[in-house]
């Protein structure tokens, strides 16, 4: 797999719900707190204002247009920012599980919806390398973008068997693609999200996470991309923020911590695996990265980072 790919299969990103708003005429509505997930949303048609609580400068939506919110802050939606927000509770019906809910009359304004939960404590590997609002904007090459877009749109419009899983998929589709779209316009920040969209120093994550117990040295990472081993260990660095023996050892006790906490494998087994010759060196490098060994590990087992399953009362996940 790719490191993107790599990622997002150790988090588990798990969509809770799927759903559509169309609303009408001067609206608002005030979504509370997400419970430390990630909001994925993108509009159909019409346009709106998202403002998100503790940042200065609401976003205008437009048609086509994408957005995603990684910190599960409170937020608002609203044709007019002028115009008193009601709280989602009491536009979403209490015993609504999906499809698309009219405000207003409708007519004027179409968005699509998910939230999702990352399983595991290191959700911030990925939360931590977004801002708190990732605005998409619509472009004609965005088609990869539309197509799930309109597809959940028409499942969630028209209900049909085995709808679940295909709206299901179609998030999942949505939000790689909001990532990847993200990707693409990063210039200057730093972490392995930023590196991804950077050629040289995507191909060194790249190798590390085909064989990540390879004895991978710094010299054998330079050749790799073509650089010289001091430009190549500098410029990681700037863009990683981590040397490259660093994030090859933090991605391997990643990787160790999710088979510990998921599967029956002994930490000797798990260890030879990730390219420890020893038990004792593996887990002298897991507790120094995890900040536990890896039997504490494996005991308190996986814990997700998203909220309880949603109650048939919860609205929070509504549009």
Known sequence: MDPLSDVLSLLKPRNYLSAGLDAGGDWAILFPDQQATIKCGAVVS???????????????????????????????????????????????????????????????????????????????????????????RAQAEHSALRWPVERMMQELRAPRPGGFLIVEHLAHMILIEALRLHMTGLHGGVGWLFALADRQMGA???????????????????????????TFALRFKETVGLSPMDYLTRWRMLLAGDRLANSSDPISVIALSLGYESESAFSTAFKRVMGCSPRQHGRRGSRLSMPEEASPSDARDAA
């Open 204 to 230: 060194a994550i790249s190798a590390m996470h085909d064989d990540p117990a390879h004895g991978w040295t710094l010299q054998a990472l330079a050749e790799r991309v073509g650089m010289s081993r001091s």
């Open 46 to 136: 019409g346009q709106c204002w998202l403002s998100v609580e503790g940042e200065a400068e609401a976003v205008r939506l437009e048609t086509g247009d994408c957005f995603l919110l990684p910190r599960g802050r409170p937020f608002r939606l609203a044709s007019d920012l002028a115009v008193t927000p009601v709280e989602a509770s009491a536009v979403f019906s209490p015993a609504r599980s999906g499809g698309v809910t009219t405000h207003k009359g409708g007519g004027d304004f179409l968005l699509v919806s998910s939230r999702f939960g990352l399983s595991g404590d290191h959700a911030g590997i990925l939360l931590r390398m977004l801002p708190p609002i990732v605005h998409i």
